[in-house]
């Protein structure tokens, strides 16, 4: 057994050979993309629920076609089709979930804790796909595979995660994952998007950029949330870029082998330039790959499939 | 506590009791001598009196009835979650004879009529004195003031729109030069929503690592400050609900030092437990002010032991079963503590040695009946025969059945308390007789 436990709701909850088994699993799968039939009938006749309670495009789509390329069955719930506007609690769906006797549940929700309350009362696999500000743990694996397919042993490799940090369940589960593996993780961005409390997971917290990126192997660029910003905490766009952007000259005095990522969705020329969006340092599109990898990988093992079964990656 | 009564004679004695009044606890075992609603006589060794049917107090302790000066009793419009009745009930059970209501009802108290008819509930309901507090501002809303002196000789003991800060400054300065001529003091929900903002959890740690927005201390500290300057210049009486921050208790510290008529109270979830509970996510944990950090808990209970904080108020906070399965963020804040506040008290102050026995019932009874002016919480001849009978040694496990709360949204489930009432006495009738 590579996974312990039914659920993935964090990376925190993983050991670090967990996530090198999944990683491992993950990077078989990635093999197959490049055949000319890309599915496999794994999952045939079981039952997915994707339920996305909040926006998402990336996320929904990768997980749908994790699900595809195992053949699962499955059945797509979001917050505009569900009882949630009606004031429905989270019991009450989990409740109604677990009579449809489904055999995954795919949960993202605004709420942080979410995920860990339905995992807690129902007993189908629960895979958090984002779960407030708190943890996004398939995002975290993609985006610690990225690394290892540049870096192999991330042990002492410098990692920094710039942007808005207190909004971001993309830089908790990065966080986790990085510091179980031994990477070294610095946190960058404005004083009013970087919480203080995080410092005691073992983290750096450093507000000058220049300094942030100075020997860093991976610079992990968020998203900006302007939505979840009034204007007091956050001057604006012009001096978000001036301040924290990743331009041509950030990356030019990156060490040479450095390389950028971004989980998407990319607020050009604010977070990151388009010159360093489209250029050579980014992995951008390797990480949206193997983010399908990744999640067939998790839905692969919770289900129970046997890791030898896979063959040679 | 055995007794084969059907009814409680007008005139009894209480023998065999560990009486607990001014701060100590008496050594040797006494009695109380109770004649048509007031104490007649109380004293240490056997009564002299003859004659006189007796309780055998067993060697529990006999302590004023319970003060609580803050209390959400939801009637009226949340009536699924709790009434004055079933409010009542728990406070009797908790060993409280009186208590003071917030006027965060919906509609709010902000009127003569809302008083009386608060009062008017409670003397059906028989089990406890309520004493109402009305909205500083009509429909608690921040704007203008109600009728104070009406309310005061209605029996309004204060006023607050607690649940809500009274954000403008002036409407604060006004109500504590006007209250205080009428001889009651402001109670004020000390937060800055500037700075709490969409808060739902201490800001420190856990909610950084939890992903939950959080509610820093500096909203609480410096709301606190502005009313203790208002109060300073208006010379008027100002108390401090639900003190949860070192911050505040230090402000409170000098304050009081510099000889202001501040008085504060803290709950017993601020000084037992502290941020890190909000870990499983579970809302029974989410209060406002929120849990906060070790060295707050640990400046709430050494300022309740010094007398820098008056009395222990318990914030209770009734709320549906529904409400409470609600997702962390969204669910409403508040829990329930009436009928665990003692058990907490000798748990977390006494049996830690933060302070004695007698110092905890005194923050329970007799400073908050004083700095109040309400009847009651005191053990001396002549005044209300209201009191408790408790053992401080008795463990109890807290579990959602046993509750007479209509709600059972307590922080301490599953936890095992000690010290637990035998039976509440109000104005010399029995109000609650724990089952042996």
Known sequence: MILKNKDVLGLEELSAEEILGVLEIASRFRAVFDRPVRSVPIMRGRTVVNFFHEPSTRTRISFELAEKRLSADIVNFSSATSSFSKGETLRDTAENLAAMKIDMLIIRHGSAGAAHYLAKVLECSVINAGDGAHEHPTQGLLDIMTMRQRFGDLRGKKVTIIGDISHSRVARSNIWGLNKLGAEVTLCGPPTMVPGGLARLGVNIEYDLKKAVADADVLNVLRIQLERHSSKSFPGNREYHRMYGITEDVVRALKPEAIVMHPGPMNRDVEISSEVADGPRQVILDQVANGVAVRMALIYLLSGGDPGALGGG | ??????????????????????????????????????????????????????????????????????????????????????????????????VVTMPNTDPAIDNTGMIRYLIDRGKEAGRCRIHPTGAISPGREGQGMTEFGDMVSAGA??????????????????????????????????????????GCMHAGYWSARLGMAGMARAGEDTAVFRDVELARAAGAHLHVAHVSTKGVVEIIRRAKNEGLRITAEATPHHFSLDHSRCRGYSPLFKMNPPLREPDDVNAVAEGLADGTLDCIATDHAPHTVTEKEHQFDQAPFGVTGLETALGVGITYLVNTGVMDLGRLVQCMSETPARIFNLPGGRLEEGAEADFVLFDPTRKWKVVADGFQSRSDNSAYLGETLIGRVAATFRGGRLTWRAES
């Open chain 2, 157 to 198: 003991v204060g006023f607050t729109d607690d649940g809500s800060p009274v954000a403008s400054g002036g409407l604060m300065s006004n109500a504590l030069k006007y209250a205080d001529v009428l001889g009651v003091p402001i109670i004020t929900h000390a937060e800055d929503r500037s700075i709490v903002g969409k």
């Open chain 2, 1 to 98: 506590m055995e007794w084969s009564w059907q009814r409680i004679p007008s005139e009894f004695l209480v023998t065999d009791v560990k009486l607990c009044r001014q701060g100590k606890l008496g050594k040797r075992k006494g009695f109380l001598h109770i004649r048509k609603g007031r104490i007649e006589g109380l004293g240490v060794g056997a009564p002299t009196a003859e004659g006189i049917p007796a309780l055998d107090g067993d060697g529990l302790v006999c302590a004023p009835g319970l003060v609580d000066l803050h209390v959400h009793f939801r009637e009226p419009g949340h009536e699924e979650k709790e009434t004055v009745a079933t409010g009542s009930r728990a406070a009797a059970a908790g060993g409280y004879t009186s």
